[in-house]
């Protein structure tokens, strides 16, 4: 990953430790995140590998609350042991009428994950 360029400004964002972004979560500093600080836009980034590849897309304060509202529907699906995780991703995407391989929440925008609330009934 060479650079992630913030949506909302375009400018770069900042790679930074878990401190910055939950300085109240000191079992988070240690991961790592980018960050655009003018947006308020962030994301973390997967802990395997390198820990520089970043789990989705820069959320700002909207799209991070809508995500939450996303995986709060969806995730009880393959959570609870009813369908297996990647079934349940299966069928989303065909819900969302969406490749397999494009269905993550982590890269959805805010609309994509309201639909996701409405389908799965929450």
Known sequence: MNELLCPYCGEKAKMVGGKEIYPHRPDLYQLNFYQCAPCDAYVGCHKTGDGKQPLGRLANAELRKAKSAAHAAFDPMWKDGKKK????????SDQLGIDKRDCHIGMFDVETCRRVVEICGA
């Not at 995780?85 to 989303?92: K, M």
């Open 85 to 92: 995780r990647g079934s349940a991703y299966a069928w989303l």
